[in-house]
T-cell receptor
């Protein structure tokens, strides 16, 4: 399985500011995903990030609020823009291997608290 | 539409007891993949098992075992002789998309006390 790192591991931010979360993988992967896990809740997919193309967002998530970059096959960023306390969550990136229906492996997550 | 139901919100057991986590899924697709993940208090999601719809063979890995039954659309997970380190939230997930989107259940919190 791939080794995935995320930065920062946690942060406390003020309302109205933005935070960019980085996801780094130790091998080239086709698909990268960003999930949100609100306190005490399950995981919800925010978007799918393919290298060289625009991210595909799920219903309820928009690019202006969660812009994503995927500059190469080992790296992606998610920005949480104009934050409010409702954005306090764990944000996790995941990667899927090179084969179809490969398992998704998750990064350690970024715990975000918005005051 | 896809759906994963984990009806058990929390299960508390004493160490060495067995615990079974239920997972019921819904999908119209004939090809799909089921997963179990463990989320300890640290927050990281740890992959445990993947099963595709054409493989109904049950699996055992150490103290963990999985029972996949297509007839009842269930993919249950049993921890035998539980340990304190098993305390975590366990998620069942489903995908019918070869390239992504996992549909997660609500998760089951397992609390193992000494």
């Amino acid at each position: 399985s791939a080794v995935i790192s995320q930065k920062p591991s946690r942060d406390i931010c003020q309302r109205g500011t933005s935070l960019t979360i980085q996801c780094q993988v130790d091998s080239q992967v086709t698909m990268m995903f960003w999930y949100r896990q609100q306190p005490g809740q399950s995981l919800t997919l925010i978007a799918t990030a393919n290298q060289g193309s625009e991210a595909t967002y799920e219903s309820g998530f928009v690019i202006d609020k969660f812009p994503i970059s995927r500059p190469n096959l080992t790296f992606s960023t998610l920005t949480v823009s104009n934050m409010s306390p409702e954005d306090s969550s764990i944000y996790l990136c995941s990667v899927q291997g090179r084969g179809r229906a490969d398992t998704q492996y998750f990064g350690p997550g970024t715990r975000l608290t918005v005051l | 539409a896809q759906k994963v139901t984990q009806a058990q919100t929390e299960i508390s057991v004493v160490e060495k007891e067995d615990v079974t986590l239920d997972c019921v899924y819904e999908t119209r697709d004939t090809t799909y993949y089921l997963f179990w993940y463990k989320q300890p208090p640290s927050g990281e999601l740890v992959f445990l098992i993947r099963r595709n719809s054409f493989d109904e063979q049950n699996e055992i890995s150490g103290r963990y075992s999985w029972n996949f039954q297509k007839s009842t659309s269930s993919f249950n997970f049993t921890i035998t002789a539980s340990q304190v380190v098993d305390s975590a939230v366990y998620f069942c997930a489903l995908t019918t998309d070869s390239w992504g989107k996992l549909q997660f259940g609500a998760g089951t919190q397992v609390v193992v006390t000494p």
